[in-house]
C-alpha cells in the first residue's frame, strides 16, 4: 500500500508536492502525470505532511496526514508583521503570578499548540510533564536546593559561578526563588538515545509553549536552576516519574500572571556578522 494518495479529478499536476517534498519522496509522471512514489522514497519519508499541506486543491492526501483530518489555514487570522513583531517583543518573564492555577483547558492548549513545534527529521520527540500545586512544587524545589548544596561542596566554583549555593540558601530561607510562586511546572523530556534531537526538540518546543501563554494571557519563565538540576539529579528525576531512559531537557513555571505590563524595555543591538 503506497503512503500516499491523489484525487486525480482534483490533481491540477502542479507538482507542488515533489517539488516541495524534503526527502525527494514524489516524483510527477505516474499514470495520467500524476505524483508518484519515486524509487525507494518510501523509505526516505519522515511523514512530516509538506505534500498534504501545499497542496492547493486539496488532491493530496498521507497516511500518517490524511487531508480530510488537516484544518486549512485561514490567512485572515495570520498577524500582520508589526503586530508579531509587537507580539514578541512584549513577551515577559513572568515572576510574579496569581495564586489561583490556569484551567486544565489551557494547559491542554498550550501544549496542543507546542507540539506543532519543529523538530528535526519530523522526529517529534518531546514528551511532557505537568507539576500542579504549592506543595508538590515545594517538594520539587526542595531537591533542586539539596542538589545545589551538594554540588556546591563538591565543587565550590560553582557558586562564584552559578550562584548555586547562595540560591540554595534563599530558598532554605522561604523564599521562592525557584518556582516563583506559580501553580505549575512543565517539564519537557525524551528519550535519551535520541541525543541532539531530543535536546533541540524540547527546547524549541518550549518556545512555542512559552508564546502560546503570552497569547492566552498566561505568564511563563524558564525555569533554568530546576533544568540545571534535572539533568544531573537522579532523585529529581525519580520524582519527576520520568519513563526509564528519558532525559528531562527544559522546564517552565506556568500560571497568571498577577501584574501587567505597559512597555517593552530596551534590549542591546544585535551582534551581526555578514559574510
Known sequence: MSLFTVDSDKCNLCGLCAADCPGFVIAMGGADGLPRMGDGGEGR????????AICPTGAFSHEITPVDECIEIDRGLLPFPESAEHFMKSRRSVRVFKEE?????TLEKLIDIARYAPSGHNSQPVCWTVVTGGERLKELG??????????????????DTMKLGTVADVWFMGVDILMHGAPHLVVAHAPRRLGPLGYE??????AYLELAAHSL?????????FETAAVKSEALQRALGLPEGHRPYGAMVLGRPKNEYSRIPLRDKPSIAWL
Open 45 to 52: 519519508c519522515i511523514k512530516c505532511g509538506h505534500c498534504v
Open 201 to 206: 526538540g524540547c527546547i524549541i518546543a518550549l
Open 142 to 159: 526542595d531537591l533542586v536546593a539539596e542538589w545545589m548544596r551538594a554540588a556546591v561542596k563538591e565543587n565550590p566554583a560553582l557558586n
Open 101 to 105: 492555577p490556569l484551567e486544565h483547558r
Open 217 to 225: 494571557g498566561a505568564g511563563a519563565c524558564w525555569a533554568g536552576f
